[in-house]
């Protein structure tokens, strides 16, 4: 069965970084385009980005584009999203997806202003 971990959320203030990893277990990474998404309670679940199996191709949503990278680790089965210049509006809490599969069970981030 596979399994997504997630870590890495926390708190911070307008302006600073953050850097999410998600660990899969369970499956074979490497064969796995990966996403993020986020939630904030009473809303719908928000694509936040994407990236292809070996890497080469990133997809943003345009909340996040220019300040937010997604990058992955094969060797680690391990994919990350970097964060900066965080805003209030980006506090949720973020998922990591298998695209079209499982998901992880969730990071809280809390942006202070």
């Known amino acids: 069965q596979v399994q997504l971990v997630e870590s890495g959320g926390g708190l911070v203030q307008a302006g600073g970084s953050l850097r999410l990893s998600c660990v899969v277990s369970?499956?074979?990474?490497?064969?796995?385009?990966m996403r993020w998404y986020r939630q904030v309670p009473g809303k719908e679940r928000e694509f936040v980005a994407a990236?292809?199996?070996?890497?080469?191709?990133?997809d943003y949503s345009a909340s996040v584009k220019g300040r937010f990278t997604i990058a992955r680790d094969n060797a680690k089965n391990t994919v990350y999203l970097e964060m900066d210049s965080l805003k209030p509006e980006d506090t949720a809490i973020y998922y990591c997806?298998?695209?079209?599969?499982?998901w992880g069970q969730g990071t809280q981030v809390t942006i202070s202003s």
């Open positions: 997806n298998i695209d079209g599969g499982s």
């Open positions: 369970g499956g074979t990474f490497s064969m796995y385009r």
């Open positions: 990236i292809s199996r070996s890497g080469n191709l990133r």
